[in-house]
Protein backbone atom coordinates (compact mmCIF):
# COMPACT_ATOMS: atom_id res chain seq x y z
CA UNK A 1 0.00 0.00 0.00
CA UNK A 2 1.33 3.47 -0.84
CA UNK A 3 1.28 6.39 2.21
CA UNK A 4 -0.66 9.07 1.17
CA UNK A 5 1.49 12.38 0.30
CA UNK A 6 0.96 15.07 2.89
CA UNK A 7 1.07 18.37 0.91
CA UNK A 8 2.84 21.46 3.48
CA UNK A 9 0.12 24.21 3.49
CA UNK A 10 1.77 28.10 2.32
CA UNK A 11 -0.47 28.94 5.06
CA UNK A 12 1.62 31.26 7.30
CA UNK A 13 1.33 30.04 11.10
CA UNK A 14 0.30 32.06 13.80
CA UNK A 15 2.93 34.22 15.24
CA UNK A 16 0.93 34.24 18.83
CA UNK A 17 1.63 30.26 18.21
CA UNK A 18 3.82 29.22 20.76
CA UNK A 19 4.51 32.20 22.53
CA UNK A 20 4.46 33.01 25.97
CA UNK A 21 2.60 35.59 27.41
CA UNK A 22 5.99 36.91 29.48
CA UNK A 23 8.18 37.22 26.02
CA UNK A 24 4.76 38.47 24.76
CA UNK A 25 4.93 41.23 27.58
CA UNK A 26 8.55 41.45 27.68
CA UNK A 27 9.23 42.48 23.93
CA UNK A 28 6.18 45.09 23.40
CA UNK A 29 7.23 46.88 27.02
CA UNK A 30 11.06 46.88 25.87
CA UNK A 31 9.34 48.79 23.43
CA UNK A 32 6.88 51.02 24.05
CA UNK A 33 6.92 51.34 27.82
CA UNK A 34 4.11 50.65 30.17
CA UNK A 35 2.61 54.16 30.39
CA UNK A 36 2.35 54.09 26.73
CA UNK A 37 0.83 50.69 26.42
CA UNK A 38 -1.40 52.21 29.44
CA UNK A 39 -2.51 54.85 27.38
CA UNK A 40 -2.99 53.37 24.04
CA UNK A 41 -4.46 50.12 25.32
CA UNK A 42 -6.65 51.95 27.48
CA UNK A 43 -5.64 49.47 30.34
CA UNK A 44 -4.92 50.89 33.67
CA UNK A 45 -3.38 47.93 35.48
CA UNK A 46 -0.45 48.91 32.84
CA UNK A 47 0.10 52.15 34.61
CA UNK A 48 0.49 50.89 38.06
CA UNK A 49 2.51 48.17 36.78
CA UNK A 50 3.32 45.92 39.52
CA UNK A 51 5.64 43.27 38.41
CA UNK A 52 5.59 40.77 35.03
CA UNK A 53 4.26 37.80 36.97
CA UNK A 54 1.47 39.49 38.72
CA UNK A 55 0.53 41.30 35.02
CA UNK A 56 0.28 37.84 33.62
CA UNK A 57 -1.71 36.45 36.05
CA UNK A 58 -4.10 39.37 35.78
CA UNK A 59 -4.28 39.54 32.23
CA UNK A 60 -4.71 35.51 32.56
CA UNK A 61 -7.68 36.37 34.56
CA UNK A 62 -9.43 38.97 32.47
CA UNK A 63 -9.71 37.73 28.77
CA UNK A 64 -10.37 41.12 27.13
CA UNK A 65 -7.26 42.67 28.22
CA UNK A 66 -4.96 39.72 27.27
CA UNK A 67 -6.96 39.91 23.52
CA UNK A 68 -6.34 43.54 23.46
CA UNK A 69 -2.69 43.02 24.14
CA UNK A 70 -2.57 40.11 21.67
CA UNK A 71 -3.74 42.52 19.19
CA UNK A 72 -1.55 45.13 19.76
CA UNK A 73 1.12 42.84 19.54
CA UNK A 74 0.82 41.03 15.88
CA UNK A 75 -1.06 44.53 14.57
CA UNK A 76 1.23 47.16 15.99
CA UNK A 77 4.36 45.40 17.27
CA UNK A 78 4.61 42.98 14.50
CA UNK A 79 2.97 45.22 11.74
CA UNK A 80 0.49 43.15 10.57
CA UNK A 81 -2.30 44.28 8.57
CA UNK A 82 -5.26 45.32 10.69
CA UNK A 83 -8.17 42.31 9.53
CA UNK A 84 -11.72 43.02 8.39
CA UNK A 85 -14.37 43.01 11.35
CA UNK A 86 -14.94 39.18 10.67
CA UNK A 87 -11.68 38.67 11.66
CA UNK A 88 -11.82 41.03 14.56
CA UNK A 89 -14.89 38.91 16.68
CA UNK A 90 -12.42 35.93 16.82
CA UNK A 91 -9.51 35.65 19.36
CA UNK A 92 -6.23 37.22 18.38
CA UNK A 93 -4.43 33.29 19.03
CA UNK A 94 -7.45 31.59 16.89
CA UNK A 95 -7.14 33.74 13.50
CA UNK A 96 -5.72 31.60 11.11
CA UNK A 97 -5.19 34.17 7.83
CA UNK A 98 -2.57 37.08 8.73
CA UNK A 99 -0.75 37.35 5.98
CA UNK A 100 2.46 38.98 5.66
CA UNK A 101 3.75 41.97 8.11
CA UNK A 102 3.26 45.19 6.83
CA UNK A 103 6.82 46.27 7.57
CA UNK A 104 9.63 44.90 9.62
CA UNK A 105 9.59 46.93 11.84
CA UNK A 106 7.05 48.15 14.83
CA UNK A 107 4.68 50.85 13.96
CA UNK A 108 4.48 54.25 15.57
CA UNK A 109 1.08 54.90 17.93
CA UNK A 110 -1.33 57.17 16.43
CA UNK A 111 -4.56 57.89 17.42
CA UNK A 112 -5.40 55.89 15.02
CA UNK A 113 -3.79 53.09 16.39
CA UNK A 114 -5.82 53.47 19.52
CA UNK A 115 -9.31 53.81 17.52
CA UNK A 116 -8.52 50.26 16.17
CA UNK A 117 -7.46 48.01 19.40
CA UNK A 118 -11.05 49.88 20.79
CA UNK A 119 -12.66 49.02 18.04
CA UNK A 120 -10.99 45.04 17.83
CA UNK A 121 -12.20 44.73 21.51
CA UNK A 122 -15.69 46.14 20.44
CA UNK A 123 -16.03 43.83 17.93
CA UNK A 124 -15.30 40.53 20.34
CA UNK A 125 -18.11 42.17 22.91
CA UNK A 126 -20.80 41.88 20.43
CA UNK A 127 -20.02 38.79 19.14
CA UNK A 128 -20.50 37.83 23.22
CA UNK A 129 -23.54 39.64 23.46
CA UNK A 130 -25.43 38.30 20.83
CA UNK A 131 -25.42 34.67 21.47
CA UNK A 132 -28.84 33.53 23.27
CA UNK A 133 -29.12 33.36 26.79
CA UNK A 134 -30.54 30.15 27.58
CA UNK A 135 -33.76 31.25 30.03
CA UNK A 136 -33.86 27.50 31.13
CA UNK A 137 -30.70 27.94 33.40
CA UNK A 138 -31.33 31.27 34.70
CA UNK A 139 -31.88 31.42 38.29
CA UNK A 140 -35.23 32.66 39.26
CA UNK A 141 -35.36 36.26 40.68
CA UNK A 142 -34.79 36.23 44.98
CA UNK A 143 -38.16 37.23 46.87
CA UNK A 144 -37.49 37.95 50.30
CA UNK A 145 -40.90 36.75 51.16
CA UNK A 146 -40.05 33.29 49.93
CA UNK A 147 -36.92 32.42 51.29
CA UNK A 148 -36.37 28.77 49.17
CA UNK A 149 -37.86 30.23 46.25
CA UNK A 150 -40.87 27.46 46.35
Given at each position: M???V??????????L????LEQL??E?S????W?????T???????FH?????T????R????????????Y?Y?Y?N???PD???????P?D???LG????E??A??T??T??K???A??M???K????????????P????S?P??K
Amino acid sequence: MTEPVLTQSKKQPNPLYGLKLEQLLTEISDQYGWETLSETMNIERFQFHTGLKSTMKWLRNHEWAKDKVEDFYLYVYKNYAWPDDKQLMIPPRDRSSLGEPVSESPAEITELTNFKIEHASDMRGVKKNTQPKNKANDEPAYDPSNPWNK
